[in-house]
């Protein structure tokens, strides 16, 4: 009983984080946080195929087996786009394939965490203490 409220604590918490990442506006041009999206990608261990950052922010990478991952394959496709000037949003779009061909694919909300907290680490606190409110209110 106890595991499972820890579990619906977690889950909570990682809506709360998702939702708010839905709704990041980054306060920074996609010209400036290109550089560091891009670092984040190759930490992964995913190699790029094609990035530009003139129109906005694209990047998008090979299939790949990414550090940690046990078997299977992904990719990443990051859009960024400037609702307004100076202003960044971005969405990161994840490709999978298990080890028997099956496909999936879906909003990557882990590696837009970390974003979050490469560029705007005091928003990704803030995002994680609301995150942490809304889980134990419940």
Known sequence: LLQGCFLAAYMKKQDAINAGLQQQVYDKSCKEIFPTVRQSVFSTGLAVT?????????????????????GGKQRLMIQGSEPTPGKCTIQVQRATMGKKGEMSSGRAFDFEYQLLQAIEPEKAASLEQEAERVANAG
């Not at 094609?50 to 046990?70: K, N, Y």
């Open 50 to 70: 094609s990035a530009d950052d003139t129109a906005g922010l694209s990047i998008e990478t090979d299939w790949g087996q990414a550090q940690g991952q046990t």
